[in-house]
């Protein structure tokens, strides 16, 4: 299993980002991708997930309404839209595959993750 994200970087408040999650190894329809964040001296946090198999899309309550995740069956990757950012969005976004096929947010739930991909909001 391969996991790999990109399209981080440094963005005013305000602003947008979208971050990629390009994946192979597994039968990507089956099971869920989430996405985490751990910002410095924090632990990390789920911020979405979508299950590939149900269509089904959870999201933490600090990204309600201005993060969106969404999928690309054809290419194997996951999108997480990020809109109206503020620094305290500021951290290290990772990309996971979950073992199971349902919405889940509990890290414990996933098993293969990427390296991440820094995002950094300035005020």
């Known amino acids: 299993v391969r996991i790999v994200e990109s399209g981080g970087g440094v963005v005013q408040a305000g602003g947008s980002l979208r971050l990629s999650c390009a994946t192979s190894?597994?039968?990507?329809?089956?099971?869920?991708i989430g996405w985490f964040r751990q910002a410095p001296g924090k632990e990390r946090e789920a911020v979405s997930c979508?299950?590939?198999?149900?269509?089904?899309?959870y999201y933490a309550d600090s990204v309600k309404g201005r993060f969106t995740t969404s999928s690309d069956n054809a290419k194997n990757t996951v999108y997480l839209q990020m809109n109206s950012l503020k620094p305290d969005d500021t951290a290290i976004y990772y990309c996971a595959e979950s073992r199971f096929g349902y919405p889940d947010l509990d890290p414990g739930s996933y098993t293969y993750w990427g390296q991440g991909t820094q995002v950094t909001v300035s005020s």
């Open positions: 190894g597994f039968t990507f329809g089956d099971y869920t």
């Open positions: 979508l299950s590939n198999r149900d269509g089904i899309r």
